[in-house]
């Protein structure tokens, strides 16, 4: 009897504990204006360069913006934004995150990593204590936006960010043009609405190249099929982003394309 009542009272002061775990992150979030999560069926199909370039955009154009990379198995934030050799200093339980610039604040697991190469091996439960502490524990302060990329997929870190910010405003959905990319997206799209997450809208990337010598337009992985599909999904579809090979030039060397191509069409 009383290894029942001792098992019992481990359990009420856990759901003490996480009752207020969860009350210390909705006043962190009550500062922040909106938070909108960056999606994908697929990796590889520009999801992060989207991230950042939404994020530094934002920045540019005034905000104050916090990006988050909750792309625990591959996060490559710290590398499209230069910040690789960055380390986040911590300041007594709390966590400042870098400062790129006064109004844009970035957190990564890619900061907590000894090197690049380093993986990490996780199952839900851990990354969901990691998102836990990304929320709760980071100084994120007063922010406009909070943009969050998500790793590919309907798994542990989309599902987790949404219970735990509790309320967040949307989503993006990035693809590529594509079948075998957007029946993932159209996943992503049915897991936006199971957990009642607005879906802001459908983007279309590496929508066609233009060859920047002859000026001919091929389409790569085709084109149009993201707004067939947000279409045929009721969704809002954003645009199309063409294959560019200056957007890998900007990723590859840690320059945001926005900043630096802030004259392109
Ligand atoms: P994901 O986050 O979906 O895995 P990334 O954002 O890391 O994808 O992009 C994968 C690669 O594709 C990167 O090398 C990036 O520079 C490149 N890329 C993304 N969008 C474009 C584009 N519109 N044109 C050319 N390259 C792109």
Redesign the pocket.
Known sequence: MAKESSAFQIDENKRKQMQAEQEQIRQRVKRIRHQILVL?GK???????VAVNLAVSLALSGKSVGLLDIDIHGP?IPKILNLEEKAIQAIGDTILPVEVTKNLKVMSIGFLLRGKDDAVIWRGPLKYHMIKQFLKDVQWGNLDFLIVDSP?GTGDEPLSIVQLLENPDGAVV?TTPQEIALSDVRKSIVFCRNLKLPVLGVLE??SGFVCPKCGQRTDIFKSGGGEIMANEMHVPFLGR?????Q??QS??SGKPFVYYYNQSQ
Do not use: A, L, W
């Open positions: 994908s990796g590889g199909v520009g999801k992060s360069t490559s590919p990035v990337n590496m982003i063409p294959m560019d090979p957007i890998v990723c590859d």
